[in-house]
């Protein structure tokens, strides 16, 4: 390989940045009534000045407290058996860089081994690295991230990841467990996971609610409703050939998007006291902004926290919280394979 798989990765520049991001206090804590059927505990700031106004479940917050829980298990389990998880990464393509998995892993106590494949690399090649950390016992979790590679097949490298590793949880016979009742996945795909964390974590009631998943992609939507099911929600799929979508919309308790559609869900779409989850991310034109365009989400933010009980408010990706779920399912694959309770 063109990289030392078994090199610890050592701390970059852009480890103080991550640790102040981690400790930065992101609002206190406010108690909200219950609204409907649905009662927000604990949420993180308000959003708008008035009572009843919606509460906004922080990404971040709850990003740094799974983060905080997996270094205290990480510490544990090297205590206990002299063992810790390892995190492999494989980059094919020049414009990915490896920090975003260096930094996080040596924070949380979790080695690191980044392999770079330049643009042009042979699909050969690529499978030859994904099987050289099929076969590394100090691996338990693997990434596989690369641009749009005209001469190689996604799927077929993908599918080469070993399934007790596959930390995306992408493989087909995973998305098959994860489909079936009875049967449990080796792993949760990282942003739906990601979703379902946070509405477990701001004591949010799933079971028995209506909820309504935006977008059927593979990466997100089916795997995030296949995950609401599982929690027992009445779960409906929207999708680019539904018609009539904001009526469905608006009979949900629970709104989950991730489409990319700048704005498309608006106030009017949304259950007074609904729960929304919006994890899309759209670039839209800004003449007042830095670098003259902003990012904005699938919900039009300021016309849906004045109907819902609660929204996440930063948009796009979970970022810090999407981070803390590909540690946690390496922590998960390694105490699995170890045995560790």
């Not at 940045?17 to 219950?34: E, M, P, W």
């Not at 641009?147 to 993908?158: F, G, P, T, V």
């Not at 009742?181 to 701001?202: D, M, Q, V, Y």
């Not at 599982?230 to 018609?243: L, M, N, Q």
Request: glycine share 8%; with cysteine.
């Amino acid at each position: 390989m063109e990289a030392n798989m078994g090199s610890l990765m050592g701390c970059t520049s852009s480890t103080p940045s991550f640790l102040i991001h981690l400790n930065r206090q992101n609002g206190a804590i406010f108690t909200r009534r219950c609204m409907g059927h649905l009662c927000l505990r604990t949420a993180v700031s308000a959003c708008g000045s008035s009572s009843d106004a919606a509460m906004v479940i922080d990404k971040k917050r709850v990003g740094k407290d799974i983060i905080t829980e997996i270094r205290t298990e990480v510490s544990r389990m090297k205590e206990s058996i002299s063992m810790v998880p390892g995190l492999a990464v494989l980059l094919i393509g020049d414009t990915i860089i490896s920090e975003p998995y260096s930094v996080p892993c040596e924070f949380v106590g979790i080695r690191s081994f980044v392999v770079r494949l330049p643009e042009g690399t042979t699909e050969e090649k690529a499978l030859e690295s994904v099987s050289g950390f099929n076969d590394d016992p100090c691996v338990h979790g693997i990434l596989v991230e690369f641009r749009l590679q005209s001469h190689m097949d996604e799927h077929k490298i993908l599918n080469a990841v070993s399934i007790e590793k596959d930390i995306n949880g992408f493989n087909p016979l995973n998305i098959g467990l994860l489909a079936m009742r009875g049967r449990e996945p080796f792993f949760l795909p990282r942003t739906p996971k990601a979703c379902i964390e946070l509405l477990h974590r701001n004591n949010i009631e799933i079971r028995g609610k209506t909820a309504v998943v935006i977008g059927r992609s593979n990466s997100f939507g089916m795997p995030v409703a296949l995950l609401l099911q599982r929690e027992d929600a009445t779960v409906t799929i929207i999708h680019s050939k539904t018609k009539n979508p904001e009526d469905i919309t608006r009979q949900a308790d629970i709104i989950i998007s991730a489409v990319g559609k700048p704005n498309m869900v608006r106030g009017s779409w949304i259950k007074p006291g609904a729960v929304i989850i919006d994890v899309g991310i759209s670039f839209v034109p800004d003449q007042y902004a830095r670098y003259g365009f902003r990012c904005v989400g699938d919900v039009f933010y300021e016309e849906a926290c004045e109907v819902a009980s609660a929204i996440t408010t930063d948009v796009g990706d979970p970022g810090l919280l999407r981070i803390a779920m590909f540690l946690s399912n390496t922590l998960t694959s390694a105490k699995r394979i170890h045995n560790f309770l």
